[in-house]
């Protein structure tokens, strides 16, 4: 390109080697006369070479002007051409698909990488409702309230959905996007970029899978450990309903039976056979292994649920619970299973504590708080012979144990578990004694997921 | 005393306690119940004749460390602990300790009620056999400190002869001391003031000099 550039200064010289030569004709010409100084008389007598010299001189220059707009004009095309390439190229290799949806008309232009991440036909002529359709069903609403919100709050547009291709296959996409209004501020574009995250999700939902059946695997670990105490909660309620039945047969047998009493009696096997139940609900729901969905969850529900879980265990250990649940804690969005689990392993781990030190009372203490204004905090406090300093962050990785029979899972488990539902676990030392796992979670928004 | 024997029964579940409280009932016992090892200590005397259901399990103080306190306070109270899961060591270690049975929770009404049976025949014998020994000590209480040497020497197997040598006294006297001593301790023969001197807790005279 800079040859070319010289070249056209080059082509320019000889326009100006003419007009010089044009000029020193002229003034040989005009003889002494020209000594004169007279302009009108120069301009009187050599009228034409005058013209004659003035084009003369133009011309080049205008040739020149021509050149270097010309140049200008080629390269700007070029850098056109070259960034278009490029975009193509860097999009292509993104699997980027654009798209602009004009709004008022209500049709959409998409690129050819585009129609193919839909699964649109080439040529067809799409709207809004056609971009829906491609949409997997139970994606499609949510993505509509994402655009509306977009375009109402005037705010970037950002989804991930799942399209369904003609062939069947499932595509998880990521779209972002911006809004273009009129003066009124009346929607009149949306313009963005796909892009196809499948490899991303399936990796995103592999490591979800493989984390959910560690936990799996470390729960049921653990209810193992606790067997002997989770026979005991159930065997109460069976020990009630046997001695209730058997006086009540008793009672039967006497003349007259005492009707107050059987009334009594069945009423209470009734009851007793709900409780048993309840514990049986209780573990069933501990073992599953599928997952349950996220849901809205009260946490101080969770943390009693768990305490009734363990009131045997605990009994038997001589460790003594404390609640001080705070009231009206606004809710969290988790899996009902996996923080019960981590509850169930915090406060395992602290009665383990207490009873490897010689401590008296031995008293665990189960606090949530409102953290900040976004964060919910549980604290489980014991006053066992805390952790080691250097051992404060390290607990939490995988097959550190302090204890004689443990895996060394429960605090890693636990923090993977607190990680994926957006919280943080750690331990610190208390000043008096004894240590405080403390886990945080976000404030549950359903409405906005 | 009343003639019904109570059975007290301990266990921190409210639900247990009203069934077990029941079945005793059934079976025409008295039925008194505890939540808490604590609350038993606070409110049963050592006069109160009966047996004791216990459950292993309890929060605080548990059942061995109730047996335990009861033992070290001398109430030889009849024990039958009940147990959602019991290990061998703590069966023994109860066992030993003098539990009457160890049963498993949820147990039949019969093996439940006869541990009760049996545990109220020991608590009924041991009673028996205490007030048997303070009735004879109450007897033993009424002998001058002579008669005493003499009971001493009689069931050490002791002549009146060589009694009379050792205490410095004539034949007759000690004649007459050991019949009043038979008297008071109202036995007819040798043999029963014999058995009746070592359930009293009066050891015999070590074997004074033999006089030839």
């Known amino acids: ?449 | 005393m009343t003639t019904v024997p109570t059975v007290f029964i301990v266990d921190d579940d409210a639900a247990v306690l009203t069934s077990l409280a029941r079945l005793v009932r059934s079976a025409g016992y008295h039925a008194v119940t505890f939540s808490s090892a604590g609350e038993f200590l606070d409110r049963v005397t050592a006069d109160t004749p009966g047996c004791l259901v216990l459950d292993v399990h309890l929060p605080e103080l548990s059942g061995l460390d109730l047996q335990q306190a009861l033992a070290t306070a001398g109430q030889s109270l009849p024990i039958i602990f009940l147990t959602g899961y019991g290990d061998i060591p703590m069966s023994v270690r109860a066992i030993k300790a003098g539990a009457v049975d160890f049963l498993t929770k949820p147990c039949n009404d019969k093996d439940l009620l006869m541990a009760i049976q049996q545990a109220l025949v020991q608590d009924q014998q041991a009673r028996q056999a205490q007030a048997d020994v303070a009735d004879i000590q109450q007897r033993l209480a009424t002998l001058t400190p002579r008669e005493r040497e003499v009971l001493a020497l009689v069931i050490a197997g002791q002549l009146n002869k060589q009694i009379a040598a050792a205490l410095g006294a004539s034949e007759q006297t000690i004649k007459t001391h050991r019949g009043r001593v038979m008297e008071k301790l109202q036995v007819a023969s040798l043999a029963d003031l014999v058995r009746l001197a070592e359930k009293g807790g009066i050891a015999p005279a070590a074997a004074p000099r033999q006089v030839n």
């Not at chain 1, 709207?127 to 977009?150: G, N, V």
């Not at chain 1, 048993?276 to 573990?283: K, N, P, T």
């Open chain 1, 1 to 449: 390109m800079k040859t070319d550039g010289y070249s056209n200064q080059f082509l320019a010289i000889p326009g100006w080697v003419a007009a010089i030569f044009s000029w020193l004709c002229a003034w040989f010409w005009a003889g002494p006369a020209a000594a004169d100084g007279s302009v009108t008389w120069l301009v009187e007598h050599y009228e034409w070479q005058i013209i004659g010299i003035i084009v003369l001189c133009a011309e080049p220059l205008l040739i020149f002007a021509l050149l270097i707009q010309q140049r200008r004009w080629r390269r700007a095309e070029t850098q056109l051409r070259d960034s278009e390439e490029r975009m193509t190229l860097a999009a292509t290799a993104a699997k980027l698909g654009m798209w602009v949806w004009d709004i008022t008309q209500d049709q959409i232009w998409v690129t050819d990488p585009c129609r193919a991440l839909y699964g649109f036909a080439p040529a067809v002529s799409l709207d809004y409702q056609a971009f829906l359709q491609s949409l997997h069903p139970d994606d499609r609403e949510s993505t509509d309230r994402a655009i509306q919100r977009a375009l109402t709050a005037r705010k970037e547009y950002h989804c991930e959905y799942r399209v369904i291709q003609p062939d069947g296959r499932l595509l998880w996409i990521a779209a972002q996007g911006r809004g273009y209004f009129d003066s009124a501020g009346k929607p009149l574009r949306l313009m963005g970029v796909s892009i196809d995250i499948t490899a991303r999700k399936q990796a995103e939902l592999e490591i979800q899978r493989h984390r959910q059946e560690l936990a799996h695997v470390t729960r049921v670990a653990t209810l193992g450990e606790l067997s002997a105490a989770l026979a005991h909660e159930l065997n109460q309620p069976l020990t009630a309903i046997l001695s209730n039945a058997q006086a009540a047969q008793r009672f039967l047998a006497q003349t007259p039976p005492d009707l107050e009493e059987l009334r009594a009696i069945l009423q209470d096997i009734v009851q007793d056979n709900q409780r048993a139940g309840e514990v049986v609900r209780r573990l069933r729901a501990l073992f599953k292994k599928e997952e349950t969905p996220r849901q809205v969850l009260d946490l101080n529900a969770v943390i009693r649920e768990v305490g009734k879980l363990l009131c045997s265990d605990l009994i038997a250990k001589h460790v003594f619970l404390v609640m001080d649940l705070a009231a009206d804690l606004p809710g969290v969005v988790g899996d009902p299973v996996q923080l019960q689990q981590v509850v169930l392993n915090l406060l395992l781990n602290g009665a383990e504590a207490l009873c490897s030190a010689t401590t008296c009372p031995r008293q665990l203490q189960v606090r949530t708080c409102r953290h900040d204004a976004a964060t919910i905090e549980v604290a489980v406090r014991d006053t066992g012979s805390g952790i080691d300093p250097e051992q404060l962050e390290s607990v939490f990785e995988p097959f550190v144990t302090t204890k004689p029979q443990g895996l060394g899972m429960g605090l890693a488990i636990s923090r993977s578990i607190v990680t994926a539902h957006g919280g943080r676990l750690w331990a610190t030392n208390n000043p008096d004694g004894g240590a405080t796992l403390h886990f945080t979670l976000p404030v549950g928004q359903e409405s906005n997921r």
